[in-house]
């Protein structure tokens, strides 16, 4: 049996710019985070958000956007969490241990964890969070990543999970954002429409495409967290707006910084740019079942006609690095390095269109600054550079408010945005894997689908490493998304707010617990 109890695990690079950059700290609190000074409790915390839509829902299972996902930690609590330095550390699960083929993972429940709602945590509660998202017709956003839970039960205050095959990074799986743990119904299941959870704020109010608050939960059972008295958190879709928010004093926080208008933040008195390297990434995703796309020499050619570099500078501002079609960061553990890096070639893209049988391209793509920040300028200098090879892109300019119910997934090429996951299997059985709901392109491929179930219960880390390999090679030459650009994430807060001395880069916002782990400066 492999046994966790303590924090461990792959670091992950954190990039602080500018007025944000720090030095080693000197206290930590009593949950590992280290500290540039000692907190201070009490206020309110004001975050802007910069997506979510009226079509939001309180199902854990519907959640796809930064203001639920930001809600998800501020409420919630999750049987493990990723800590600052990327590792997966306990949270309402005190230890775990797996046997030797990683198949049977048993959680230890931490006891007398109290809901919102005065509800004491129970093993059973586990057992019908995770349920809520099991199921052959199940819809959840989660369903995919938790496919291969074969059993799961409760006994006293312990879980135990079977897996249908091995999978050694399981812990992970289990911090995902879809997964809170909330109170178990008389019938073994969850209410989705709840509001109770277990984490640092009980929720007062939300109003789905506009605002939520919250109310600091005096028994959380994390010693001495979190240090605000509330936390508001407003949906403010237009970049100026919401720039123009922080630089008011409207809100101490924004999760999402204007790229084009950065330089005036960093500027502005009393503001901090926050830059973080991770693994969100931008894409242009193809529906492979509709002419043109369903040719991949049709996808390979639109891949070779974007200028990556042009896109990172002028897009990002240089706050990123170019992407090669797949999602796996650099950061990564198996990232693939011998895989070559596309670039801008129309000689290639004239290659691949006589394979395809054209002698011209002329296709539409729907954006809109709702899919990335800078989508529609991303999309014009996308039609400039594939101009020049012969192919013509015309830019549909969509609505933001409504782009992810009737653009994403509905138009047959448009934009994106991905988090990123913390482990390859993670990632690809998210969004590239046969039939499951996030898969934008809709993109089907027998061998990468055997290396990902394959791949998932290896346990040698050299035949594993060679599987991911692979994995990303096909992905980048026959899968149906554009990946040309790595985002930083590039916040902006007021210099009254302090933070730790690390901040987590598997999600904006510190991982989506900065509700957790900042406080005000004294």
């Not at 508001?232 to 720039?243: G, S, T, V, Y």
């Not at 391209?361 to 899919?371: G, K, N, T, Y």
């Not at 993109?443 to 394959?454: C, I, P, Q, Y």
Request: aromatic residues 10%; proline residues 5%.
């Amino acid at each position: 049996m492999t046994r966790f109890m303590s924090n461990g695990g792959v670091s992950r690079r954190g990039v602080l710019k500018g007025a944000t950059a720090i030095g080693a700290a000197a206290l930590v609190t009593p949950w590992g985070t280290p500290l540039r000074a000692q907190p201070t409790r009490g206020g309110t915390l004001r975050v802007a958000i910069s997506t979510g839509g009226t079509t939001d829902s309180l199902d854990p299972g519907s959640w796809d956007s930064e203001f639920m996902n930001f809600q998800a930690h501020t409420r919630n609590g999750f049987l493990t969490e990723i800590a600052t330095d990327g590792s997966i550390v306990p949270e309402l699960a005190e230890s775990w241990e797996a046997t030797d083929d990683a198949v049977v993972w048993t959680f230890r429940i931490r006891e007398g964890v109290q809901f919102h709602s005065g509800h004491v945590l129970t093993a059973e509660d586990v057992v019908a969070s995770i349920n809520h998202h099991r199921g052959p017709d199940n819809t959840s956003a989660a369903a995919p990543i938790v496919a291969d839970i074969a059993e799961i039960t409760a006994d006293g205050m312990t879980v135990t999970v079977t897996l249908s095959a091995g999978n050694a990074d399981f812990p992970f799986v289990m911090s995902d954002y879809h997964l809170p743990i909330l109170p178990a119904q008389a019938d073994g299941t969850i209410d989705p429409s709840t509001t109770d959870g277990c984490g640092p704020f009980r929720l007062d109010n939300i109003e789905f495409g506009v605002r939520a608050d919250y109310t600091r939960h005096d028994g959380y059972w994390k010693e001495g967290l979190p240090y605000f008295d509330a936390v508001e958190q407003i949906l403010i879709f237009d970049n100026a707006a919401r720039q123009n928010a922080l630089i008011s004093g409207e809100v101490d926080y924004i999760d999402s910084a204007d790229l084009n208008t950065v330089h005036l933040l960093e500027r502005a008195p009393g503001i901090n740019v926050l830059s973080i390297t991770g693994m969100q990434h931008y894409g242009l995703p193809m529906d492979t079942r509709a002419a043109p796309f369903d040719d991949n020499n049709v996808r390979q050619a639109l891949k070779y006609a974007i200028n990556r570099e042009q896109l990172v500078e002028t897009i990002l501002n240089g706050y990123g690095t170019v992407g090669n079609d797949h999602p796996i960061g650099p950061g990564q553990r198996f990232f693939n390095t011998e895989l070559e890096q596309k670039e801008f070639d129309p000689d290639r893209v004239a290659f691949y269109l006589r394979e395809a049988g054209l002698d011209s391209l002329s296709v539409d793509i729907h954006l809109a600054d709702a899919a990335f920040a800078g989508a529609v300028d991303a999309g014009i200098l996308y039609s400039e550079s594939a101009a020049a090879a012969g192919v013509t892109i015309n830019v549909v300019r969509e609505p933001n408010d409504g782009y992810w119910s009737n653009v994403w997934m509905q138009k047959p090429f448009a934009g994106t945005y991905w988090g990123g996951r913390p482990t390859e299997d993670w990632m690809f059985a998210t969004a590239y894997a046969e039939g499951v709901p996030w898969n934008e392109s809709y993109w089907s491929n027998e061998r990468f689908n055997e290396l990902l179930v394959a791949a998932r219960s290896e346990l040698d880390e050299d035949i594993r490493r060679e599987m991911y390999f692979e994995m990303q090679d096909i992905v980048a030459n026959e899968g149906g998304t554009i990946i040309p650009m790595f985002a930083n994430y590039v916040g902006a807060y007021s210099d009254a707010l302090a933070h730790g001395d690390q901040i987590a880069s598997n999600w904006r916002n510190d991982g989506h617990r900065m509700s957790e782990r900042w406080w005000f400066a004294s």
